[in-house]
């Protein structure tokens, strides 16, 4: 599966955007995809990953209340809405898939496709 992700920019604190992740083939549908976020030095973090079906999701803790994954899988892609934006925010952004076990969805290593990664700046 190749993925895609697009959406980032530069954005003030307090403000939203919305990352989308879209996918290359039909059976995309039927996996687990996550965002995972890279500040720069640091090691990368997950942030949120939605199950096939789109009604499992799960948050990291520092993301839990401001972020929304969704996902359309008439359309291939998974979406990120992300509101309230801090600076600690400012990463590179990444979407994956793969079928991970619930127990080990949180971990990167878990997940065999990987889109190119866009930035999120957050200015304060």
């Known amino acids: 599966v190749q993925l895609q992700a697009f959406g980032g920019g530069l954005v003030q604190a307090g403000g939203s955007l919305r990352l989308s992740c879209a996918a290359s083939?039909?059976?995309?549908?039927?996996?687990?995809t996550a965002w995972f976020r890279q500040a720069p030095g640091k090691e990368r973090e997950f942030v949120a990953a939605?199950?096939?079906?789109?009604?499992?999701?799960y948050y990291g803790d520092s993301v839990k209340g401001r972020f929304t994954i969704s996902r359309d899988n008439t359309k291939n892609t998974v979406y990120l809405q992300m509101n309230n934006l801090k600076p600690e925010d400012t990463a590179v952004y990444y979407c994956?898939?793969?079928?991970?076990?619930?127990?080990?969805?949180?971990?990167?290593?878990?997940?065999?496709?990987w889109g190119q990664g866009t930035l999120v700046t957050v200015s304060s």
């Open positions: 994956a898939t793969g079928t991970p076990i619930l127990s080990s969805l949180r971990l990167d290593t878990v997940y065999g496709s």
């Open positions: 083939e039909r059976l995309f549908s039927r996996y687990t």
């Open positions: 939605a199950r096939w079906t789109g009604t499992n999701t």
